[in-house]
């Protein structure tokens, strides 16, 4: 059996997949197409709200150097992800990289964890924009009845229509074409880019130098029950983190990691990009690097215009502005967010579509889902029933609790991904890699090391429920995967069987 668990998919037959007819995705994305999309991933409330948190209990005015360090972090893993995108340029990401590398039960695992990050990534997304806009429709005078609002803290039973209304939408976007999701999109994240340089320069006329000292805090003044620290290293090792001085730099780094959650979403996009082995090092990298950069000004202009001491946890970046005397920013902030977040929505949205396609062609779901629609080349079939599912979702659970699975699914895929690359140089040494991860091995070790320290940084309980998720995802790929993938039909040499 260990033969048929770990046996793997040839990439030049992944490549030859892509051209049946009826399976194949339309390409038409550019490098800036793919840049866009990482950057309407990235930015979305992490940015607004991760900047105060971190600031007021972990690292002060030193949480730029926390986003650096984060960024660094997920640039690691971003260099693996370009050589095997530029390599293996077919839709599923970390599952397609598994299944090239690994073997088909690591990729099974691996896309059965993404569904369910991108899953319920949207889902919470959604009703985070749904929050949004029912507060900017209080501040106009126009409520929501309970019954259609959100359900965080009401003890009023309902249905979430907003959050509901726009996964349906943009499923709708997505069945008609990348392109015109890829425009779309180019709009809200210049908007929501423009809202963010707007917070930067007009915060930065507002900065006082005492604000800095300072710069990395020595005693940090958490609120009782606010503290950070992790149940599970406290359990593994018998200590927690310091959240203060440079180790807070540290835990604050593993805090804000998750506002760069997405641009692994990009991966999923290879097989619909002109070029790939040009462009999507290019869109991983570029994006990466423009979301650093703007996280770390922001933090340094909001620490500059409060007391990180002072700041809101909440919504430090528009709180801080009405301290200096400045209260229209912090409707501008809101918009701003609510904008950004119907792109994260749908790009994570497509990333999951692109997945559970991938996963449908090579068998291990029904390959009823991997047929594309016939004018708009866009894998409809999975998107519409994923949508609907995600939208009752969003529409009737309160997900707070259920986020942290978000993390640690991208995390998982981020190691294994770096493994992939070191196994596939191994194993595969001839193929061309239009893009090589530089200083290989270290830079994939680095990467695995670095994404599980982040990961055991996070609360027993979300350790608990992706183990339950596993265990189901194993239980479907015994009774079904593992005896319907196409290798197991041996029909891994026949690029033109249809349906």
């Excluded at 963010?196 to 805090?217: H, Q, S, T």
């Excluded at 918009?335 to 994570?348: D, E, H, K, P, S």
């Excluded at 969003?394 to 609790?401: D, H």
């Excluded at 991860?437 to 670095?450: E, Q």
Aim: glycine share 8%; net charge neutral.
């Amino acid at each position: 059996m260990s033969s048929t668990l770990f046996r793997t998919k040839k990439v030049e037959q992944s490549i030859l997949d892509t051209e049946e007819p009826e399976h194949a995705l339309k390409k038409s994305l550019s490098a800036l197409d793919l840049t866009v999309f990482g950057v309407g991933v990235i930015i979305g409330t992490g940015i607004f709200v991760l900047t105060g948190t971190v600031a007021k209990n972990n690292a002060g005015p030193a949480t730029a150097l926390a986003f650096v360090a984060a960024g660094v972090a997920c640039a690691l893993a971003a260099l693996c992800y370009a050589e095997f995108a530029s390599t293996v340029p077919v839709a599923g990401s970390a599952y397609t990289f598994s299944y090239a590398s690994l073997g088909e039960l690591p990729a099974w695992i691996i896309g059965w964890d993404l569904v369910l990050e991108f899953a319920l990534g949207t889902a919470v997304v959604a009703v985070g924009w749904s929050g949004y806009i029912q507060s900017l429709m209080d501040n106009a005078g126009w409520a929501m009845p309970a019954a259609l609002g959100s359900r965080e803290g009401s003890d009023v039973f309902g249905f979430d229509i907003l959050a509901a209304a726009l996964v349906l939408v943009l499923t709708g976007i997505l069945v008609l074409g990348m392109k015109l999701s890829a425009r779309i999109t180019s709009i809200v994240v210049a908007i929501k880019v423009t809202v963010v340089l707007v917070v930067i320069i007009a915060g930065a006329f507002l900065i006082k130098g005492e604000n800095y000292d300072p710069f990395i805090p020595k005693e940090q003044p958490v609120e009782a029950g606010a503290s950070l620290d992790s149940p599970l290293i406290q359990l593994m090792f018998g200590w927690a983190p310091s959240n203060f001085g440079v180790m807070g730099i540290f835990t604050a780094a593993s805090v804000v990691f998750f506002a760069f959650i997405g641009f692994d979403v990009v991966a999923t996009a290879a097989e619909e990009t002109r070029n790939p082995q040009r462009d999507m090092p290019r869109g991983i990298l570029g994006s990466l690097f423009i979301c650093t950069a703007l996280y770390v000004a922001v933090s340094i202009v909001v620490t500059g215009m409060q007391h990180y001491s002072r700041l809101s946890v909440d919504a430090p970046l528009a709180d801080a502005f009405k301290a200096t005397g400045h209260p229209w920013y912090a409707g501008f902030i809101s918009f701003g967010a609510a904008v950004g977040l119907t792109t994260v929505c749908m790009i994570l949205l497509l990333g999951q579509t692109r997945v559970f396609f991938a996963m449908s062609r090579d068998g291990l779901l029904p390959r009823f889902f991997s047929r594309v629609h016939p004018r708009f080349k866009t894998p409809h079939r999975p998107t519409i029933l994923l949508g609907v599912v995600i939208a009752v979702l969003a529409g009737f659970t309160p997900l707070t609790e259920l986020a942290a699975l978000v993390n640690i699914g991208t995390l998982f895929a981020f190691v294994v991904v770096a493994i992939g690359v070191l196994v596939l140089r191994r194993t595969r040494p001839d193929l061309h890699r239009a893009f090589r991860t530089p200083w290989v091995p270290v830079i994939p070790i680095l990467s695995v090391c670095a994404s599980l320290w982040l990961m055991i940084n996070l609360p027993a309980e979300t350790w608990v429920r992706f183990g339950i998720w596993m265990a189901a995802g194993f239980i479907v790929y015994f009774l079904y995967g593992r005896t319907h993938s196409r290798l197991a039909k041996g029909k891994e040499t026949t690029p033109q069987q249809t349906l």
